[in-house]
């Protein structure tokens, strides 16, 4: 099983619905959750981060955490072309061997047609 | 505030030869960590420095080598270089907020001819 899986991509909407981005975690000592998105040729830019459960808005962003479940999504309102890229699910881990380590799952291609 | 700046952009090196990368991050992070990405194998960590020491390392082989200035600048060095090293390598700074928030620079690409 691997460490932080992500719903098998592509996804695509149209423009202005709700795109929404899964991702579950093995380590139930993971304490720290983030979402970064990656386009093409560049390198991956920080969208939100979550640390409690529940959900966590930032503008057209909605992060969802259950860590019962180990489970973290993102949501995108009125999603538009430009956010169309990969999106990138990262966990931390408590306790010293994981200093500075952020682990990934593979990532999601999502494609916002207009 | 700048933000992570890596050096070169792009390499093209031959099998066996070795390579240095710079990564100068955000002013006031202490933290830095690099990250290897693959088409197959994502991103992967290799290690990361914090006041000029080696706090983790990833599962990668010994010909992957870094260190940690004491202005927080890092390099990481990749000697005897091979074809599978071919790669996009990142770094990241984090400033030391509990949760380790992580801000990554542009990336070097390194072809391995």
């Known amino acids: 099983q691997k460490e932080v899986e992500q719903n098998s991509g592509p996804l695509s909407v149209p423009e202005g619905a709700i795109a929404s981005l899964n991702c579950t975690y093995s380590d139930r000592g993971s304490q720290s959750f983030f979402w970064y998105r990656q386009y093409s040729g560049k390198s991956p830019e920080l969208i939100m981060f979550?640390?409690?459960?529940g959900d966590k808005e930032d503008g057209r962003f909605t992060a969802q955490l259950n860590k019962a479940s180990q489970y973290v999504s993102l949501l995108i309102r009125d999603s538009q072309p430009s956010d169309s890229a990969t999106y990138l699910c990262?966990?931390?881990?408590?306790?010293?061997?994981?200093?500075?380590?952020?682990?990934f799952g593979q990532g999601t291609i999502l494609t916002v047609h207009p | 505030k700048a933000g992570v700046t890596q050096t070169p952009r792009y390499l093209i090196k031959t099998r066996g030869q070795q390579v240095t990368l710079s990564c100068s991050p955000i002013s006031g992070h202490r933290s830095v960590s690099w990250y290897q990405q693959t088409p197959g194998q994502g991103l992967q960590f290799l290690f990361e420095y914090f006041s000029e020491t080696q706090r983790n390392k990833g599962n990668f082989p010994g010909r992957f080598s870094g260190r940690q200035f004491s202005n927080s600048r890092s390099e990481m060095n990749v000697s005897t270089l091979e074809l599978g090293d071919s790669a996009l390598y990142l770094c990241a700074s984090s400033g030391g907020d509990t949760q380790e928030t992580q801000y990554f620079g542009p990336g070097t690409r390194l072809l391995v001819l």
């Open positions: 990262a966990v931390k881990s408590a306790g010293g061997t994981s200093y500075g380590k952020l682990t």
């Open positions: 979550i640390y409690s459960n």
